[in-house]
T-cell receptor, first 110, second 111 residues
Framework: AQRVTQPEKLLSVFKGAPVELKCNYS??????LFWYVQYSRQRLQLLLR??SRESIKGFTADLNKGETSFHLKKPFAQEEDSAMYYC????????????FGSGTRLLVRP | DAGVIQSPRHEVTEMGQEVTLRCKPI?????LFWYRQTMMRGLELLIY????????DSGMPEDRFSAKMPNASFSTLKIQPSEPRDSAVYFC?????????FGEGSRLTVL
C-alpha cells in the first residue's frame, strides 16, 4: 500500500538553525516524491520534486531508497520559512495521483 | 491565468442539507483532483479525473459524496445529505505535467 509518513506535526526552530523535516514512504515500485508547502493565507504549492534535483529557497531533499525517506533540509532557517509542509508520493509513470503525508508545521522563531 | 478557481470559499450549512462545491481547473490541464483536508487526517484524495473521466474514486468516503466533471472547465463535488463530520477544507487541484496546482479551498462547516 502507498503511504507517506511525516512523524512530526510541529517543528519549532530558531532563525539561523538547521532544519530537517522528516518524510518516510512505502511504495512497491518506483515512486516520485514531492514536497509541497502552504504559507499562511496562500495556496498549497509545489516546493520541489526529487527528479528535478533542484534547491528551492535553500531547501534540498534527497531520495534515499534504502531508508525509503525523502527528508527536507535547509542549513539556515529563515522566519519566512514558517509554513505547513507536506511530503507527497506518486507512482512514476502513473497518473499523477498524489498521496500526501499528514504535514508538518514549521515554526521559525526570531 | 487566475489559477484553479473554487467556490464557495466558505459554506456553513445544517446537517442534512445538500452541499455543492465547484471547481474551474486551469485551462489545458487534463487532470483534476478533489482533496479533503482535516486536522486529524491531513490531505486525503477523494477522487480524480483524467480528460473529464473519473479514474479513481476509492477515496470517496461514502455514497453521500459524488463528483462530476461535465466538461474540461468545470467540476462539482456534492455531499447529500451533509453531516457534521464532513466539516473540512475541500481542495480542488489540476495538473498537466505532474505538478498539482491547487485552488484556495472551500471551507465547509456542517452544524
Amino acid at each position: 500500500a502507498q503511504r507517506v509518513t511525516q512523524p512530526e506535526k510541529l517543528l519549532s526552530v530558531f532563525k539561523g538553525a538547521p532544519v530537517e523535516l522528516k518524510c518516510n514512504y512505502s511504495y512497491s515500485g518506483s515512486p516520485e516524491l514531492f514536497w509541497y508547502v502552504q504559507y499562511s493565507r496562500q495556496r498549497l504549492q509545489l516546493l520541489l520534486r526529487h527528479i528535478s534535483r533542484e534547491s528551492i529557497k535553500g531547501f534540498t531533499a534527497d531520495l534515499n531508497k534504502g531508508e525509503t525517506s525523502f527528508h527536507l533540509k535547509k542549513p539556515f532557517a529563515q522566519e519566512e520559512d514558517s509554513a505547513m509542509y507536506y511530503c507527497a508520493l506518486s507512482g512514476r509513470g502513473s497518473s499523477y495521483k498524489l498521496i500526501f503525508g499528514s504535514g508538518t508545521r514549521l515554526l521559525v522563531r526570531p | 491565468d487566475a489559477g484553479v478557481i473554487q467556490s464557495p470559499r466558505h459554506e456553513v450549512t445544517e446537517m442534512g442539507q445538500e452541499v455543492t462545491l465547484r471547481c474551474k481547473p486551469i485551462s489545458g490541464h487534463d487532470y483534476l483532483f478533489w482533496y479533503r483536508q482535516t486536522m486529524m487526517r491531513g490531505l486525503e484524495l477523494l477522487i480524480y479525473f483524467n480528460n473529464n473521466v473519473p479514474i479513481d474514486d476509492s477515496g470517496m468516503p461514502e455514497d453521500r459524496f459524488s463528483a462530476k466533471m461535465p466538461n474540461a472547465s468545470f467540476s462539482t463535488l456534492k455531499i447529500q445529505p451533509s453531516e457534521p463530520r464532513d466539516s473540512a477544507v475541500y481542495f480542488c487541484a489540476s495538473s498537466r505535467t505532474g505538478e498539482l496546482f491547487f485552488g484556495e479551498g472551500s471551507r465547509l462547516t456542517v452544524l
